[in-house]
T-cell receptor, first 117, second 112 residues
Framework: GAVVSQHPSWVICKSGTSVKIECRSL??????MFWYRQFPKQSLMLMAT???????TYEQGVEKDKFLINHASLTLSTLTVTSAHPEDSSFYICSARDWGSGNQPQHFGDGTRLSIL | LAKTTQPISMDSYEGQEVNITCSHN???????ITWYQQFPSQGPRFIIQ???TKVTNEVASLFIPADRKSSTLSLPRVSLSDTAVYYC?????????????FGAGTRLTVKP
């Protein structure tokens, strides 16, 4: 089945640091990937849609200069949290779809736990 | 405005059948219905997807009435390891970048 790999799975860093999270589709091509954020005991919140070769589409209220998304290839999207602060601490999850195989569900990475001190 | 509505939580016992219903009154013609399972500190995992009538796989069944305004995920003979949050997602129509927003989900607790 389709596999999405997310790296790193866990990161702790100091306030003011920029953190990059990678999302890879391992056995399929994904023209579109999605980035979510999840706080404890809450649902996933869609942050942005990452489109290969073009600019990402951000959800209302999500700062695009704060959360930089790059989707340079059909198998890799990255999310960079710039100048991270404690309030950015959260669980970040990416997903991707195999658009080349008709209607297919999203496949999710295992998430990245980000803790900003 | 959320596209889906589910019960916030449900309790069950091992060995029972669990049915979780999701309302999606504004479902579009080309929308599919997809259910995901999420354990703590993990990404959601695909369970089942359907468009109409009934779909069954090795882990669950999905019942969709003719008007498609709701759907029911059925988990046969649940075990303790089925304790998780279950999300109903409407969209993902073929070829379309449809709404990927999650609702609140249903927190299922299976007791011994």
């Amino acid at each position: 089945g389709a596999v999405v790999s997310q790296h790193p799975s866990w990161v702790i860093c100091k306030s003011g640091t920029s953190v990059k999270i990678e999302c890879r589709s391992l056995d399929f091509q994904a023209t579109t990937m999605f980035w979510y954020r999840q706080f404890p005991k809450q649902s996933l919140m869609l942050m942005a849609t990452s489109n290969e070769g073009s600019k990402a589409t951000y959800e209302q209220g999500v700062e695009k200069d704060k959360f930089l998304i790059n989707h340079a290839s059909l198998t890799l999207s990255t999310l960079t949290v710039t100048s991270a602060h404690p309030e950015d601490s959260s669980f970040y999850i990416c997903s991707a779809r195999d658009w080349g195989s008709g209607n297919q569900p999203q496949h999710f990475g295992d998430g990245t736990r980000l803790s900003i001190l | 405005l959320a596209k889906t509505t589910q019960p916030i939580s449900m309790d069950s016992y091992e060995g029972q059948e669990v049915n979780i219903t999701c309302s999606h009154n504004n479902i579009a013609t080309n929308d599919y219905i997809t259910w995901y399972q999420q354990f703590p500190s993990q990404g959601p995992r695909f369970i089942i997807q359907g468009y109409k009538t009934k779909v069954t796989n090795e882990v669950a069944s999905l019942f969709i009435p003719a008007d498609r305004k709701s759907s029911t995920l059925s988990l046969p003979r649940v075990s303790l390891s089925d304790t998780a949050v279950y999300y109903c997602l409407v969209g993902e129509g073929s070829g379309n970048n449809n709404d990927m927003r999650f609702g609140a989900g249903t927190r299922l607790t299976v007791k011994p």
